[in-house]
């Protein structure tokens, strides 16, 4: 059982960056892929980026065009999300997800993630 725990939510202007983090309990963090998906309001939840247990692989949306950029601390349990260049479009809640496998063809299907966070608010103004 893994339960991960999202932080660092909160109001930017555009331009903007925030990083967030997500903590996972439990001592098998380190033999899960990580990703961080994301729902606006009215729309479906979707994928923004993922990462390998070792840190060694990862997959991007195309919309975070080089601004986003995740990593891992396996000591610390903990995964982030460094978002730079914030957009109004960019405003969601973020959640984080762990899954026991890496697949280089569907790290953003929602299904194949074990375990979600509760998320955590990103609002980005203009």
């Known amino acids: 059982q893994v339960q991960l725990v999202e932080s660092g939510g909160g109001l930017v202007q555009a331009g903007g960056s925030l990083r967030l983090s997500c903590a996972a309990s439990?001592?098998?963090?380190?033999?899960?892929?990580m990703g961080w998906f994301r729902q606006a309001p009215g729309k479906e939840r979707e994928f923004v980026i993922a990462?390998?247990?070792?840190?060694?692989?990862?997959s991007y949306a195309g919309f975070v065009k080089g601004r986003f950029t995740i990593s891992r601390d396996n000591a610390k349990n903990t995964v982030y999300l460094q978002m730079n260049s914030l957009k109004p479009e960019d405003t969601a809640f973020y959640y984080c997800?762990?899954?026991?496998?890496?697949?280089?063809?569907?790290?953003?299907?929602?299904?194949?993630?074990?375990?979600w966070g509760q998320g955590t608010q990103v609002t980005v103004s203009s």
């Open positions: 990462i390998s247990w070792s840190g060694g692989s990862r």
């Open positions: 997800a762990a899954r026991r496998n890496w697949s280089t063809t569907s790290m953003a299907m929602l299904d194949e993630y074990d375990y």
């Open positions: 439990g001592r098998t963090f380190s033999s899960y892929s």
